[in-house]
């Protein structure tokens, strides 16, 4: 019997149990079953569980959702985690790829394929737990708060001989930050970023240390890149801290008022946020992601008036623009 719990999440019941017969046949026994986002995430919270497979698509609240969700917790930035749907479309994959999922599963299931996926997973548990290097790594980091940057990195460099990982070249970054040497703190931040693509800390520390070298266009593109991670986790105070340092290299970038027009949203702040998002049209007035947003704002203020024409103006810029169609429509339907 395989020793791995694995988390199944999916309101379709027939599928659900359809995954556990297949499951159990090849082998996996510690399963755990739950229909809704909800009850999985806090089922997750409360326990273990070496993997998730939930369904893309659900009523109410998607499998992409969860993934966010999970993603968002330091605790689970690496638990494997596969989607499955009966068709995966372009958008879909790259959704889900920059959201952090580590494989899709199409349906019906072939179970060589599904048993082929979780012999990854079972391969990756079986790894040993770096208790050893997580109390070297915790020395280190002492070490580096007393200011003694040789000895921290020395045990730094002790940490995981075998393995490498994104929070070891980031520390390494942060160090050589201190100690003002950028020329090794960029490499250091570039290779962390390279093994985890949504360590949002790492591409700020590379914006950062190219700032500090006047590479104001390359500081501005990662703090940028940290801040949509930031976004994307609903870490709204780490990103609204990191736009407004950006403003102090870069005051004229449509993507940083575009980043806290919907940053202000989401806080609730309307009228900030709208703001932003005109300042962003005063530089780039046909930016049509913009306009749109400022429609779906101007929703949110019950005002449909202003919405429509917005959403106007993003279709005379592209009449192809799908999203703004369907509000638009919507709109004259009054169901919204």
């Known amino acids: 019997m395989k020793e791995e719990i694995i988390l199944l999440v999916d309101d379709n019941a027939f599928a659900l149990k359809e995954l556990v017969n297949i499951l159990k046949?090849?082998?996996?026994?510690?399963?755990?079953?739950?229909?809704?986002?909800?009850?999985?995430?806090?089922?997750?919270?409360?326990?273990?569980?070496?993997?998730?497979?939930?369904?893309?698509?659900?009523?109410?609240?998607?499998?992409?959702?969860?993934?966010?969700?999970?993603?968002?917790?330091?605790?689970?930035?690496?638990?494997?985690?596969?989607?499955?749907?009966?068709?995966?479309?372009?958008?879909?994959?790259?959704?889900?790829?920059?959201s952090g999922v580590t494989g899709l599963l199409v349906t019906p299931y072939d179970k060589e394929n599904l048993n082929a996926k979780m012999e990854m997973v079972s391969e990756k548990a079986a790894e040993p737990v770096f208790v050893k290097e997580t109390k070297q790594?915790?020395?280190?980091?002492?070490l580096l708060e007393k200011g003694n940057y040789k000895e921290a990195i020395d045990m730094l460099d002790e940490v995981i001989n075998s393995e490498e990982t994104a929070e070891y070249y980031y520390n390494i970054g942060y160090i050589k930050t201190l100690e003002e040497k950028y020329s090794e703190a960029i490499p250091a931040f570039q290779k962390a970023t390279q093994l985890d693509s949504?360590?949002?800390?790492?591409?700020?520390?590379?914006?950062?240390?190219?700032?500090?070298?006047?590479?104001?266009?390359?500081?501005?593109?990662?703090?940028?890149?940290?801040?949509?991670?930031?976004?994307?986790?609903n870490k709204i105070e780490d990103a609204e801290s990191i736009l407004n340092d950006i403003l102090e290299i870069s005051t004229d970038s449509v993507n940083i008022?575009?980043?806290?027009?919907?940053?202000?949203?989401?806080?609730?702040?309307?009228?900030?946020?709208?703001?932003?998002?005109k300042k962003a049209l005063k530089i780039h007035t046909e930016e049509v992601y913009i306009l749109y947003n400022v429609g779906r704002l101007y929703i949110d203020m019950n005002e449909p008036e202003n919405a429509i024409e917005y959403f106007e103006k993003a279709l005379i810029v592209d009449p192809d623009f799908k999203e703004a169609r369907e509000v638009l429509d919507a709109i004259t339907l009054g169901s919204i």
């Open 25 to 98: 046949y090849i082998g996996y026994k510690n399963l755990t079953s739950s229909e809704t986002v909800d009850d999985a995430f806090s089922t997750l919270k409360k326990g273990s569980a070496n993997c998730i497979i939930a369904a893309l698509e659900m009523e109410n609240v998607s499998g992409m959702d969860l993934l966010k969700k999970v993603r968002a917790e330091d605790d689970f930035m690496t638990l494997p985690f596969f989607l499955t749907d009966s068709a995966f479309t372009k958008e879909k994959i790259i959704r889900a790829g920059l």
């Open 137 to 142: 790594l915790n020395k280190g980091m002492d």
């Open 198 to 233: 949504l360590f949002g800390k790492a591409f700020e520390g590379l914006g950062r240390a190219y700032s500090a070298i006047g590479e104001a266009g390359e500081a501005e593109k990662y703090m940028q890149k940290a801040a949509d991670i930031y976004l994307d986790k």
């Open 257 to 277: 008022y575009n980043s806290l027009g919907v940053l202000y949203r989401r806080k609730g702040d309307f009228k900030e946020a709208l703001k932003q998002y």
